[in-house]
């Protein structure tokens, strides 16, 4: 089950899970994107079940999971990827801009997890795999702060410190919790800042050779498909010119 899986990260996942092997449920509001995003895993031999929902919603976040469920026949592997980053000063920000973040980056991560957990120990104790996994994207912010970036920020430290308490509750039901932080990835979440924030954004990187969707799909692929000794707790991700 991949969160997010209309655009960027989230539908280059789904892609590659799908080539792994993986029947995948891809759950987004853009339910024509999915629609399209499914056809291409079932034209390659994949299978893809669409699951349209708006995850910041514990109901509907519970219903995905259910039909996912369902439709697939079991969950064995979570990818939290749906997110939202709105930049720009704290001093006279709107707050509906900050509930949005939490409620997509944090609350709707939480809701998918706390619904999706039973599954994925019950997965975990079965053939074939006998482990399970929740990846959670978060951020270079889940470690690190920055200005113009406080409440983007809070929420990624809010999902790499659920990650690691997870972690450590599920790691003796072989259902293994990993945190992937992404430097700066060219997708489209920087679009959704007015053009002063995006020029603002662009001239604290500079010139530099950004990561694309697919790293970050090689990376869930890498972590999804160690073997069940393994766990992957926490991997940063830098485009290599990135200070």
Do not use: C
């Given at each position: 089950m991949v969160t997010g899986a209309s655009s960027s990260i989230g539908h280059a996942t789904?892609?590659?899970?799908?080539?792994?092997?993986?029947?995948?449920?891809?759950?987004g509001r853009r339910e024509d994107r999915l629609t399209d995003?499914?056809?291409?895993?079932?034209?390659?031999?994949?299978?893809?079940?669409?699951?349209?929902?708006?995850?910041?919603?514990?109901?509907?976040?519970?219903?995905?999971?259910?039909?996912?469920?369902?439709?697939?026949?079991?969950?064995?592997?979570?990818?939290?990827?749906?997110?939202?980053?709105?930049?720009?000063?704290?001093?006279?920000?709107?707050?509906?801009?900050?509930?949005?973040?939490?409620?997509?980056?944090?609350?709707?991560?939480?809701?998918?997890?706390?619904?999706?957990?039973?599954?994925?120990?019950k997965a975990a104790a079965e053939e074939p795999r006998q482990v399970?996994?929740?990846?959670?994207?978060?951020?270079?912010?889940?470690?690190?702060?920055?200005?113009?970036?406080a409440v983007y920020t809070a929420t990624k430290f809010?999902?790499?410190?659920?990650?690691?308490?997870?972690?450590?509750?599920?790691?003796?039901?072989?259902?293994r919790v990993s945190v992937i932080e992404p430097g700066s990835v060219d997708t489209e979440l920087r679009t959704h800042n007015p053009a002063a924030v995006q020029?603002?954004?662009?001239?604290s990187l500079g010139d530099i050779e950004r990561l694309q969707s697919q790293d970050i799909a090689d990376t869930v692929g890498y972590i999804v498909t160690r073997p069940r000794h393994v766990a992957v707790a926490e991997l940063l991700v830098r485009p290599a010119e990135q200070a």
């Open positions: 789904a892609l590659e899970l799908a080539r792994e092997g993986a029947d995948v449920a891809l759950v995003l499914a056809g291409e895993i079932t034209a390659a031999g994949g299978k893809a079940l669409v699951v349209p929902a708006d995850i910041t919603d514990s109901q509907a976040a519970a219903e995905a999971v259910e039909r996912t469920v369902e439709g697939l026949g079991r969950l064995d592997i979570l990818v939290n990827n749906a997110g939202l980053m709105l930049l720009g000063p704290a001093s006279g920000a709107d707050l509906n801009d900050w509930r949005r973040m939490i409620d997509i980056n944090l609350m709707g991560l939480m809701y998918t997890t706390h619904a999706a957990v039973p599954h994925l120990v399970a996994d929740i990846v959670n994207v978060s951020s270079l912010n889940g470690r690190n702060a920055y200005a113009m970036m809010g999902v790499t410190g659920f990650s690691e308490a997870l972690r450590q509750e599920l790691a003796k039901q072989h259902v020029q603002y954004i662009a001239s």
